[in-house]
């Protein structure tokens, strides 16, 4: 029996992303724009929340084409920088 080694670069090739939250606030997610049997497809650029703060708000946006795997922050949860919001797999 071989053990395969995998390196560090190799993981970043993984289609799945995890979108963090800009600054501090509160999450409120985006409604779904595009449903599909496999799930909610986003193009990049589209909003998928809002980080809602006391200097208004910052908009969460999908880097790439991708479905949506999970939201990872409840609607109006405290977030800070960094904090993981959406899970997505890009096409």
Known sequence: MTTQIVSE???TDLPDRIVVSPGYG???PA???LFTAEGELV???T???RVLSADGGTDVCA??????MSYLTRDGEQVEPGIPLVHLRAL
Do not use: K, M, Q
Request: glycine content about 14%; proline content about 10%.
């Open 9 to 11: 670069s190799a993981l």
């Open 26 to 28: 509160r999450f409120t």
């Open 31 to 33: 409604g779904p724009l």
């Open 43 to 45: 193009r990049s650029g």
């Open 47 to 49: 909003v998928l929340g």
């Open 63 to 68: 880097p790439c084409d991708a479905w949506v």
